[in-house]
Nanobody
């Protein structure tokens, strides 16, 4: 089995910063893309940012220039540095990872449990 454990959420004032971390552990042969999604109350889950194993990144337009995704392949960990936070960034943030458990098994997407980010105005 594979587990994703997130940390770093919390309450911050508008304009502040937070850094989220997500570590994958368990039966891991390799990790392809990793990413962050968020879900605000009453809204659908949306992509925030994603990063390939080679370091290519993709961001939602709403966070470009404010959020930075990075990863440590040796630790199977993905980070999300969030700067200039706005109240509309308030949501539960979920990390995911596309994991190979063996050299022959297909990639499977795993999800973290979610961490709350609240930005006050």
């Amino acid at each position: 089995q594979v587990q994703l454990v997130e940390s770093g959420g919390g309450l911050v004032q508008a304009g502040g910063s937070l850094r989220l971390s997500c570590a994958a552990s368990g039966s891991i042969f390799g990790v392809n893309a990793m990413g962050w999604y968020r879900q605000a109350p009453g809204k659908e889950r949306e992509l925030v940012a994603a990063i390939t194993s080679g370091g290519s990144t993709n961001y939602a337009d709403s966070v470009k220039g404010r959020f930075t995704i990075s990863r440590d392949n040796a630790k199977n960990t993905v980070y999300l540095q969030m700067d200039s936070l706005k109240p509309e960034d308030t949501a539960v943030y979920y990390c995911n990872a596309d994991v190979l458990t063996t050299a022959w098994a297909p990639t499977r997407r795993y999800w973290g449990q979610g961490t709350q980010v609240t930005v006050s105005s």
